[in-house]
C-alpha cells in the first residue's frame, strides 16, 4: 500500500506512477536547502485552494527549473492543519483534479518545503517565521485566509476583541492575523526597511485593498500607543517598498470527497483519511477540485516575482483585475450560482450538479447568464465573458465529481444579492436601450430567495436555513407569513435598497418580484410550478 511521503515517492516512483500519479520532477533536498538560506515566498492560510491550486502552479516551475525556492506555507488559524495534514506526510499533498467525464488528473505536489504555525507559544515555529520576514531575500506574503481574515470590527464598527487585544499588547503579543501579519512586517522594518509585496488571494472583492487596511490599521493603532516607530507606517505605505496588489482567485477545491477516497484506496494510495479538525476544518492528505482555475494578478512587486505566468497566472494592471472580478461576480458565475443555491435548497436539491441535470433550474442560469447578464457585462479584455460563462455551465456546475451544495453556497445570501443580482439592474437602469422591468430569471431569482426565507421547502416542509448575519431581522420582517396566503406582504424586504443596491418598485421589478413570490406561496410545488412557468 503506498503511502504519502517523501521516502515512498522516491522509493516506489513506479508503483505511483502504476496508480496514474504524477510526481514531481524536481531535486526536492536542493530547493529546501535554497528556502531555509535564502526564502522568496510564504503563504498565510495552508488550506485547500492554497494546496490544490497556488502550489501546485509553483510546483510547474520548480519541475522546469524557473524557481529555485519552494513555498513556506505557515497556517495563522486552525494549526492542527500543519499538525494532521502536512507534517505526517512530509508537507506534500496528492492533487485530484475532477473533470465532468469523471476523469481523475493525479499529482503529488511538493513545492510546500516547509509548514509552520504562526503561533507563539511554538518558539522554533515563530523564530522561523521572524527569520523569513528579516531576510531581505523575500519576495511575497501571499494570503488564503477568507475575507474574515482580514477583518477588524464587529458588525457595529468596533473592534474585535482580539484585535483589541493585539492593539494594548503590541507587536509581541499579536495574534489576531492582522496583528501578526503587522508583528513580522514590523521585524523586516527595523531589519532594514526591505521592499516586499504583500499579496491577497481570497475570494473576496478588492482584497489587496482589505488587507492593507488590516496591517495598516493595526500599525497606526501601535504607533497610536507607543508600541512601534512612526517610520513603519510609512513604510507600509511606500509603494516603491511595500504593495498590495489586487487579485481575483476562481477555483471550485471543495470539502475532500469520499468517493475520491475510495478511488485512491481502490488504486493501492492508502491513509488518504477525511480529517475533521477541532476548528471544523475539513482536510485530508488530498484536495479534489476541479480543473478550470483562475488567477489574475496585479502586477505590482517591489523585491520581484515568481515566473507564475509560465504556469498560467495572469499578471495584469490594477483596472483590469477589477474588471475579471466584475465579470465573474456580477454577470458570469456568482449569481448563477446564487441562483442556483435558493431554488435547489427549496426543491431538496444537496448538489450543484445534480440541480444542472434539472431542466427548469438549468433554464434559468441560461437565461440570467446568456440572456440577462451578457448584455451588460463587463468584458475584462484578456478573458472572453462568453467562453468562461459557457465553462461555467457546461463544464463546472454540471461537475458530478465536485460536491458543492447548494446549502454551502446559500450562505450569507443577505450580502450577496446587492452585488450578485443589484449590479446588472443598475446597468440595465443605465443603458436607454434596456428596461430592467423586462428581466425575468433575475426576479425569479429574487422572489425564490424571498421565499426560501421562510425556511419551507416546495414540500411544505421546514429545513435548516444556511447561516446568514442578517436571517433574523429577514425572517422578522416576514412574520405571519405562511405556505398558502398568496396577499402576505413581503415589500419590508424588497423596499429595502440596502439589501438590493437599487430601488426595485421605482424601476418595475418591486411589484413584478412581490407577484412571483406570491404564486411561489400558493401551495405545496408553487415553487417549482412558478419557475417553469416564467422560464418555459
Not at 203 to 221: M, P, Q, R, W, Y
Request: aromatic share 8%; net charge negative; charged share 25%.
Amino acid at each position: 500500500m503506498l503511502r504519502l511521503t517523501r521516502s515512498s515517492i522516491g522509493n516506489e516512483a513506479a508503483a505511483w506512477k502504476a496508480a496514474g500519479v504524477e510526481l514531481p520532477q524536481f531535486d526536492h533536498a536542493r530547493v529546501a536547502q535554497n528556502t531555509l538560506a535564502k526564502p522568496e515566498w510564504i503563504h498565510f492560510g495552508a488550506g485547500n485552494i492554497f494546496r490544490g491550486f497556488v502550489a501546485k502552479a509553483h510546483q510547474q516551475l520548480l519541475d522546469s527549473g524557473k524557481a529555485e525556492t519552494g513555498i513556506i506555507a505557515a497556517e495563522t488559524f486552525d494549526f492542527e492543519m500543519i499538525d494532521k495534514v502536512y507534517k505526517p506526510y512530509d508537507n506534500l499533498t496528492l492533487l485530484v483534479l475532477m473533470n465532468a467525464r469523471g476523469e481523475f488528473q493525479k499529482t503529488v505536489v511538493s513545492s510546500i518545503v516547509e509548514g509552520i504555525t504562526a503561533d507563539k507559544g511554538r518558539e522554533e515555529d515563530y523564530k522561523r517565521l521572524i527569520e523569513v520576514f528579516e531576510n531581505p531575500s523575500l519576495q511575497m506574503a501571499s494570503f488564503t485566509i477568507t475575507e474574515k481574515g482580514y477583518a477588524l470590527t464587529g458588525p457595529d464598527g468596533s473592534y474585535l476583541g482580539i484585535v483589541e487585544k493585539d492593539i494594548a499588547g503590541g507587536p509581541e503579543q499579536a495574534v489576531h492575523a492582522m496583528g501578526v501579519v503587522a508583528s513580522l512586517a514590523y521585524r523586516r522594518y527595523l531589519k532594514g526597511q526591505y521592499p516586499m509585496t504583500f499579496v491577497s488571494m481570497d475570494n473576496c472583492s478588492h482584497n489587496g485593498d482589505k488587507l492593507k487596511n488590516g496591517v495598516v490599521t493595526i500599525a497606526k493603532e501601535w504607533v497610536g500607543q507607543g508600541h512601534v516607530e512612526a517610520g513603519f507606517v510609512e513604510y507600509l505605505e511606500d509603494e516603491s517598498k511595500i504593495t498590495f496588489p489586487l487579485s481575483m482567485i476562481d477555483k471550485i477545491t471543495p470539502r475532500p470527497s469520499e468517493t475520491v477516497q475510495a478511488e485512491l484506496l481502490k488504486q493501492g494510495i492508502g491513509e488518504m483519511g477525511v480529517i475533521v479538525t477541532s476548528k471544523n476544518t475539513y482536510t485530508a492528505p488530498f484536495v479534489n477540485a476541479e480543473i478550470s482555475e483562475y488567477l489574475v494578478i496585479e502586477d505590482k512587486f517591489t523585491n520581484g516575482r515568481p515566473a507564475l505566468e509560465e504556469a498560467g497566472i495572469i499578471f495584469t494592471d490594477r483596472d483590469t483585475v477589477n474588471k475579471v472580478e466584475t465579470m465573474k461576480v456580477t454577470t458570469c458565475l456568482n449569481p448563477l450560482h446564487t441562483a442556483l443555491a435558493v431554488t435547489g435548497c427549496l426543491l431538496g436539491y444537496t448538489l450543484i450538479a445534480d440541480e444542472m441535470k434539472d431542466d427548469t433550474l438549468r433554464r434559468m442560469v441560461e437565461v440570467i447568464g446568456y440572456k440577462e447578464g451578457l448584455p451588460v457585462v463587463v468584458d475584462p479584455g484578456i478573458l472572453s465573458p462568453k467562453q468562461f460563462l459557457d465553462e461555467v455551465l457546461q463544464e463546472r456546475f454540471a461537475n458530478p465529481f465536485i460536491p458543492d451544495t447548494p446549502q454551502r453556497i446559500a450562505t450569507d445570501t443577505s450580502q450577496k444579492v446587492g452585488i450578485r443580482f443589484g449590479e446588472t439592474i443598475k446597468s440595465y437602469i443605465r443603458r436607454e436601450d434596456l428596461d430592467p422591468a423586462q428581466l425575468t430569471a433575475i426576479p425569479l431569482a429574487i422572489a425564490a430567495w424571498c421565499r426560501y426565507l421562510l425556511g419551507v421547502n416546495d414540500e411544505g416542509e421546514t429545513f435548516a436555513l444556511s447561516p446568514d448575519p442578517m436571517l433574523e431581522s429577514l425572517q422578522s420582517r416576514l412574520s405571519g407569513v405562511a405556505l398558502g396566503d398568496t396577499s402576505s406582504d413581503v415589500r419590508a424586504i424588497l423596499s429595502d435598497e440596502q439589501l438590493f443596491g437599487v430601488k426595485l418598485y421605482d424601476i418595475g421589478l418591486g411589484g413584478k418580484i412581490e407577484g412571483m413570490f406570491h404564486e411561489m406561496l400558493a401551495g405545496p410545488g408553487a415553487v417549482r410550478r412558478t419557475l417553469t412557468k416564467y422560464l418555459n
